[in-house]
């Protein structure tokens, strides 16, 4: 995945980690990451069940709980995030797109129309790699985020006017307050056109 993460690279190796389930459809992992500086310091990740989204397809909703997926949330979300509509493929059709986290990893999975018959895959990361600190003791925190971007968000990245034709959403997947990138789909193929940097 091609998103600048800065501040990720104080996280040299995990010490501890405990999982526990806090509220309903709610996952809190809790561990200890060493600096380069030798410094220890406590990381907390939120993960929600699928449940947690009501307003998703039940094929949906199915597909991520048969693959075992949790939802991972960042460190300044109010609400459930990380699972989103938009019309993706085309112009007019509603799709579905999904954090879907599993041992350690996440991978942003996309169900045209809502069905869970034909998934594609993007975008596979270690979500300890999507982490930074996120206030003034140093606390790190989750921060991939993904959004939908719809033609107007797009063409407002200067580097992408000359991109071609957008007259659909793309799929923001950025790392909280810092870089992105957006999965665009045209002529049977996920292109990378450029987000915030």
């Known amino acids: 995945m091609v998103i600048k993460i800065a ?66 949330q960042t460190s300044e979300a109010k609400g459930a995030e990380n699972v989103i509509s938009g019309e993706f493929r085309e112009k007019g059709v509603k799709d579905w797109a999904a954090l879907c986290s599993q041992e350690g990893y996440s991978t942003l999975l996309v169900f045209w129309r809502g069905s869970a018959r034909t998934v594609a895959e993007l975008g596979s990361g270690k979500d300890m790699d999507m982490m930074q600190t996120v206030d003034s003791p140093g606390e790190p925190g989750y921060s991939r985020l993904i959004t939908r971007a719809g033609p107007k968000q797009i063409f407002a990245f200067g580097r992408n006017s000359g991109a071609g034709p957008i007259d659909h959403d793309g799929i923001d997947d950025g790392f909280l307050g810092k870089a992105s990138l957006i999965h665009y789909f045209r002529n049977g193929k996920w292109e990378r056109l450029e987000g915030a940097d």
């Open 7 to 72: 501040g990720a690279g104080f996280l040299a190796g995990a010490l501890a980690v405990a999982a526990a389930q806090t509220r309903p459809y709610e996952q809190v992992e809790h561990g200890q990451v060493t600096s380069p500086d030798g410094t220890a310091r406590v990381y907390t990740i939120r993960r929600l069940e699928p449940a947690t989204f009501p307003q998703v397809p039940k094929s949906v909703r199915h597909e991520l709980e048969r693959r075992k997926c949790l939802i991972p």
